[in-house]
């Protein structure tokens, strides 16, 4: 079996190689080692998820940076602007 050096495996890596690690343990019949990796699947799922709600996270922050930006630009370019629902006031 050929190392990696610590960090240089991929979710999916980790969790193919700890699908073999895991039926090696219950092919010997070692329950405990078995259950180790599943917990361990499980906490490398969840930080696949967190990674994927931070990339979103992300995404929505530029989307709102991006839309906000463009409304101060546009508002720039108006002269006069007033909250929805301010009264018109004549000049």
Avoid: W
Wanted: glycine fraction near 4%; charged fraction near 30%; proline fraction near 2%.
């Amino acid at each position: 079996m050929v190392r990696k050096k610590a960090g240089a495996y991929s979710f999916t890596e980790s969790l193919e190689m700890l699908n073999r690690l895991q039926q090696m343990a219950v092919d010997e019949g070692n329950i405990n080692l078995a259950l180790k990796a599943e917990e361990l699947k499980c906490k490398i799922a969840a930080l696949m998820a967190d990674k994927d709600n931070t990339q979103s996270a992300e995404n929505l922050t530029k989307i709102l940076v991006d839309f906000i930006n463009d409304k101060q630009h546009d508002s720039k370019n108006t002269g006069d602007i007033r909250a929805a629902d301010a009264p018109e006031i004549p000049i």
